[in-house]
Nanobody, 126 residues
Framework: QVQLVESGGGLVQAGGSLRLSCAAS????????MGWFRQAPGKEREFVAA????????YYADSVKGRFTISRDNAKNTVYLQMNSLKPEDTAVYYC???????????????????WGQGTQVTVSS
């Protein structure tokens, strides 16, 4: 079992920045790929970014490429999402997830993630 707790969400003006954190506990965090997803009202949950077990490989949705950066600190069992140049269309609940049954490679496929956090709200005003 893995427990994930996100933090760092909030209200920000367009063009601003936020840094999300996701603290993991319960299993050997450093073995697993991690991902961030988001869900806006009335929309499907969508992939945002993923990172492999070591942090050496990352993967981004086209909509956030160049603006968001995913990173991890295995010593702290934490994954981060640095979000810059935020836009109103980035408004959503952001979820972190862990691929605890994979081989540690980053994946954008939602069904490959086994455990999810409770989400943190990000609201970007225009």
């Amino acid at each position: 079992q893995v427990q994930l707790v996100e933090s760092g969400g909030g209200l920000v003006q367009a063009g601003g920045s936020l840094r999300l954190s996701c603290a993991a506990s319960g299993r050997t965090f450093s073995r697993y790929a991690m991902g961030w997803f988001r869900q806006a009202p009335g929309k499907e949950r969508e992939f945002v970014a993923a990172i492999n077990w070591s942090g050496g490989s990352t993967y981004y949705a086209d909509s956030v490429k160049g603006r968001f950066t995913i990173s991890r600190d295995n010593a702290k069992n934490t994954v981060y999402l640095q979000m810059n140049s935020l836009k109103p269309e980035d408004t959503a609940v952001y979820y972190c997830a862990v691929d605890a049954s994979g081989d540690g490679r980053a994946t954008p496929r939602r069904y490959e993630y086994d455990y999810w956090g409770q989400g943190t709200q990000v609201t970007v005003s225009s």
